[in-house]
Structure formats: structure tokens, C-alpha cells
């Protein structure tokens, strides 16, 4: 891998498939989302409070 550049590196290097397992590393797409405080947060997810854009 030393001659790959720094990318390819980042992506790929210490990947080693094992029998049965990916030949490539599956992408896994997620994000986090910022809320002022536990509370608000919680709110949310028992669905006391709706969601507003701040858009």
C-alpha cells in the first residue's frame, strides 16, 4: 500500500477480508443532529414536541 496515495490509504489500508466477509468495506451512510439540550431532545422522541426547520 505504500506506493497508493493518502485516499486510497484512508479508505482501503488495514482492510483484510476474511473467507466469507466483503471484498470491499460496505459504506454506511449516517449523521447526527445537534439539539440544544437533553430535554428538547427528549421531547422530540416521545413526540411531545414537533420538529422545526430552521430553514
Given amino acids: 500500500m505504500k506506493d497508493y ?3 486510497t490509504k484512508c479508505v482501503q489500508a488495514g482492510y483484510r ?3 466469507g466477509d ?3 468495506i460496505p459504506i454506511v451512510q449516517s449523521t447526527t443532529f445537534k ?3 437533553s ?10 414536541a414537533s420538529q422545526v ?3
Fill in 5 to 7: 496515495h493518502i485516499d
Fill in 17 to 19: 477480508p476474511g473467507n
Fill in 22 to 24: 466483503p471484498r470491499q
Fill in 35 to 37: 439539539y440544544d439540550s
Fill in 39 to 48: 430535554a428538547e431532545m427528549g421531547k422530540l422522541f416521545d413526540l411531545e
Fill in 53 to 55: 426547520s430552521a430553514t
